[in-house]
């Protein structure tokens, strides 16, 4: 499969590690990488994305890109674009169309979430698309242990199913479909893993099933996601989870800003 991964850097740290984790990726997907920077030139520039901006010149931004990616040991071009990181990386994903996107996350665990604003919550609002976040501290491995946490209504990942099915297959991926609520519910979780299924979205072997009675959904799939026993973490949002007035306070937010592991996020249909 040809189709590139798409990698945000802004030379610091966590987008180096999102740089690692992709390449990791992209070596077991026999893919090429697309490693984006986003030159920030407006004079006063409100947008956050892996913490304080450092001015470049476009020459030194050139240097620094070309270093990255001298280094890299999968195929890989560099690209840099200017403005607002949004519209930037809209723009690149219209351009490239990868299969996935590929950013760090930066430490803001010491902020309300009303206060954090991260490229990863803008970009599923302005252009959804399959998108792996790597938090600060978490493993650079292979993911092989994939918690996949669910609803039991059924979805739709349009043009997104073949990879992602392709993903898994390739790893290759043990799932185990978690499905959270409030109140007891036996047939929850395998009407969760049947509406995977319905999506196109199989593992190497039958998941697992995991069912939770708790109140916190959201706090829920963190909590299991800090057991130790997984690698990745998928959510699916909704198109109510881009357009709702409490976007940041969805469970898809949530689980970006607080997961301890990468967590790969679907935008469904």
Sequence with gaps: MAASLLVLTDF???????????TNLATALAAPLVVLHVRRTAAFDAERFTGRITPRSAEATALALSSLTDQLTVPAVAEVQEGPVVEAVAKALAQHRPALLVLGRPDNEVLPDELVSTTALELLRAAPCPMVVVPPQSSLTLPRRVLVALDAESFSLGGHARFIQYFLAQLPSQLTVLHVSPAPAAAGAAAAAEALKQAGITGAAAPQLRPLVRPEVAASIVEQAATGEFDLVVV???????LGRWFHRSVTAHVLLHSPVPVLVLPAE
């Design 12 to 22: 610091r740290q966590p987008a180096h590690r999102a740089l690692d984790y992709a």
């Design 236 to 242: 699916v949002a909704r198109p109510r989870t881009f």
